[in-house]
């Protein structure tokens, strides 16, 4: 083995491609989605590096075209739960005493084919199995992804560095051990990034995972899967397991294995795990980590000040980029009364250029929701917007299932600032406005401060500097990621870690240093050269 002080490559974002027509990105992409469209693939559950196929199957759809099937997808069940378990005990000893710089390696190739090669097909990936358009894929299954994992490995050089002080005849250290027994990741349909991200980031620290994708990103993130496994990733490390939370799930919780959970998803789902480990806490063999980010209700804030078409843009890409589907999409607002008809006007001419359909439509904002179940719930609540005497549609309102899951980019105002719509997640295209008088400042800041649950993102807009001082001190624990006349969406990784607090989660900083020391357990060590050899201390004389 070589000996050395090994350095990894400094980390830059990786730039996003614009996809412009005549770009050859654009023809790329545009010949891998027609590609991707004219198979049907068979995807498997994958543990301890070899294929498994139970036979228990489903369909695996386009949301914008549902009577497209694009793969099958084997679920897997306590049986195959059981085999990743001792797959991952069967890897974790010579995964976690591998140098950490051999580690790094396979995740920095994995970034570097990525930005190369495998970008399209993980891009066209995406597109097709969560309805996401061209750029919206770009920046998460490329260059979030690729962030993540060149960022990770500069932040884990860091944590490895970060050593005690040593006096004279004395040496201290600091032993950034993998927790022991296995990681669960379970990661959602919305961000093919954060799929990549759950499961690596507590492997490249020394841990073992198993790795519950959603359902509806499966065949995006056994892309992601075939990649990893493609760059070197040593068997049994991370252990593929598609499947139904309860099937995959339940096995997990009960093991005495269970070392950590690394979760996005729904709050109530995290909280029946918090509830489920609380349970079951006396059979672990150690306390385990709990790394959840959950909902969002998130919110823009405007000042009289605000720049009108400024706030109008952020409002519209907002709420309605990826059909807001987003944690961190904006889902209700607070507008002074004399901005807000120059808002209205502005969000209405915004409006009129959004473009909803298939994504191989490359000039299209939005697509489809993600499945019946989200189409349905969204529903529901346009039901609600349509007959409650609160409320009043502005634009939109519409949806049709019959070909894809489509909801139109709605905007609703609101005279009930703690109404249903202003307090619950949606996670849909619908925008809430509560028009506030410009005189009740001190009151608007409290209801942002104090209608939902959620602590997920939010943003100001203001000209004065004053106001911006003001609202960032009112609304300082209402948001973890938090803007200033800018949308609340749109977090890069290495400049804004992600994560937020109250119902919205543990706030372990997706994208920092803060997330990865979750995933070790430190050992301090001391080793003294010159012992003594005696009892007597020279006050006992």
Excluded at 181 to 210: D, E, K, R, S
């Amino acid at each position: 083995m070589p000996d050395g002080m090994f350095f990894t490559p400094q980390p830059d974002n990786e730039p996003n491609l614009t996809y412009a027509p005549g770009s050859p990105e654009r023809a790329e992409i545009e010949a891998e989605l027609q590609a991707q469209l004219g198979e049907q693939i068979e995807i498997p559950v994958i543990v301890g590096g070899e294929e498994v196929r139970t036979g228990r199957t489903e369909p695996v759809v386009c949301p914008h075209d549902h009577g497209h099937t694009l793969a099958t997808v084997h679920l897997a069940g306590a049986a195959e739960v059981e085999k990743a378990i001792a797959a991952a005990a069967d890897a974790w000893r010579e995964w976690s005493e591998m140098p950490y710089h051999a580690r790094a390696a396979i995740f920095l190739k994995a970034a570097d084919r990525l930005a190369g090669e495998w970008r399209a097909k993980v891009n066209a990936a995406t597109m097709l199995n969560q309805s996401k358009t061209v750029f919206q894929a770009e920046i998460d299954s490329a260059c979030e992804l690729i962030d993540f994992w060149r960022f990770n490995v500069s932040y884990a050089e860091e944590i490895h560095a970060e050593q005690p002080n040593s006096s004279y005849g004395v040496w201290n250290q600091t032993d950034y051990r993998p927790l022991e027994g296995f990681v669960f990741a379970v990661t959602p349909f919305n961000f093919t990034a954060i799929g990549g991200n759950l499961p690596t980031a507590p492997a490249l620290m020394g841990n073992t995972v198993l790795w519950k994708p959603a359902t509806t990103a499966v065949y995006s993130n056994y892309h992601v899967m075939r990649l990893l496994l493609d760059c070197g990733l040593p068997p049994g490390v991370i252990n593929f397991l598609p499947g139904h939370g309860p099937d995959v799930g339940d096995p997990a919780f009960a093991d005495p294995g269970l070392a950590g959970v690394h979760f996005t998803g729904s709050t109530g789902t995290f909280q029946h795990m918090w509830r489920t480990i609380g349970e079951n806490i006396a059979r672990y063999r150690a306390y385990p980590r709990i790394v959840g980010e959950t909902g969002g209700k998130d919110f823009i804030f405007a000042h009289p000040s605000a720049d009108a078409a400024a706030l109008a843009t952020a409002l519209v890409r907002g709420a309605f980029e990826y059909q807001g589907q987003k944690c961190s999409a904006a889902s209700r607002a607070y507008l002074p009364n004399s901005l807000w008809k120059q808002v209205e006007e502005q969000m209405h001419a915004e409006l009129e250029e959004v473009k909803m359909g298939p994504v191989t439509d490359l000039s299209n904002f939005m697509a489809a929701v993600i499945d019946e179940k989200s189409f349905d719930n969204i529903s529901r609540y346009l039901d609600t917007a349509r007959s409650g005497s609160e409320y009043e549609v502005l634009s939109g309102g519409g949806c049709d299932k019959s070909t894809g899951y489509y909801v139109e980019p709605t905007v609703v105002r609101t005279t009930d600032p703690r109404s249903k719509l202003m307090r619950e997640e949606i996670f849909g295209p619908v925008l809430t406005l509560y028009v506030y008088d410009d005189g009740a400042l001190d009151e608007a800041l409290e209801l942002c401060d104090t209608t939902s649950p959620y602590a997920l993102t939010g943003a100001v807009f203001a000209q004065d500097r004053s106001a911006i001082v003001e609202m960032s001190r009112r609304l300082r624990h209402a948001a973890g990621n938090f803007y200033i006349n800018d949308k609340p969406t749109g977090a890069v990784v290495g400049q804004q870690p992600f994560g937020g607090a109250r119902a919205s989660g543990t706030n372990d900083k997706a994208g920092s240093a803060v997330n990865l020391l979750r995933w070790v357990s430190q050992r301090s060590i001391k080793e003294t050269f010159s012992p003594p050899v005696g009892v007597r201390y020279p006050h006992m004389d």
